[in-house]
C-alpha cells in the first residue's frame, strides 16, 4: 500500500482546534468538516488541498482535545498520510481507528519541504521524497494496522471480520 502526493508543511504543537476548529463541531459529516479543515492556520488548504495529498509536520502533531474529529477532517479533504516528527498519543489511535496513515519518522519531517512530491510505501516505512531524491526509513505499518487502514476504520474492519 502507496500514498503519494504534494506537501503542506507545518510546524511544532499543530492542535486539533486548528485542525477542525471547535466552531464546527456541531457537525459529525466527514465531507462538512473537510470544508474547515486547517482553516486556522492554512486558510487555503482547503482550495488546494487534493485527493492524495501529504501533510508533514515536526513535533507533538494533534496536541490538544482528544476529539476524532480532527483525523476525520484531514482524511475527508483527501489527505492521503500525515508525516511528523512525533503525534499526540491520543490523534495516532483516533488517525488508525478512522484509516488515516500517519507516520512519524523526524528525519523526513525536517528534510521535506511544502510542494515536494512524496510517496510512502506503508509496507516497508520507506518515504521518498521524488523533488529531492532523498529516501528516509519511517514506522512500517504492522500488518494489523495495514488491515484496519484498508477497511477505512476500525469499525468497519471490525464489521468485515
Known amino acids: 500500500m502507496k500514498a503519494t502526493g504534494s506537501v503542506f508543511k507545518y510546524g511544532d504543537n499543530v492542535d486539533t482546534d486548528v485542525i477542525i476548529p ?12 473537510a470544508t474547515h479543515c486547517m482553516e486556522d492556520i492554512d486558510k ?36 492521503s498520510c500525515v508525516i511528523a ?22 528525519e523526513a519531517a525536517v528534510a521535506i519541504s511544502a510542494g515536494d512530491e512524496v510517496e510512502v510505501d506503508f509496507d516497508s516505512g520507506v518515504i521518498t521524497d521524488k523533488t529531492t531524491g532523498q529516501t528516509f526509513q519511517g514506522q512500517p505499518f ?20
Open 44 to 79: 487555503d488548504f482547503v482550495k488546494n488541498v487534493k485527493k492524495g495529498d501529504i501533510i508533514v509536520a515536526n513535533k507533538n502533531f494533534g496536541c490538544g482535545s482528544s476529539r476524532e474529529h480532527a483525523p476525520i477532517s484531514i482524511k475527508a479533504a483527501g489527505v
Open 142 to 161: 504492522p500488518e494489523f494496522m495495514q488491515k484496519i487502514i484498508k477497511a477505512e476504520g476500525l469499525v468497519n474492519y471490525i464489521n468485515n471480520k
Open 22 to 33: 471547535a466552531r464546527y463541531l456541531n457537525s459529525s459529516d466527514p465531507a462538512e468538516l
Open 85 to 106: 516528527e512525533t503525534f499526540a498519543r491520543i490523534f495516532y489511535r483516533n488517525a488508525i481507528n478512522i484509516g488515516l496513515p500517519i507516520v512519524e519518522c523526524p
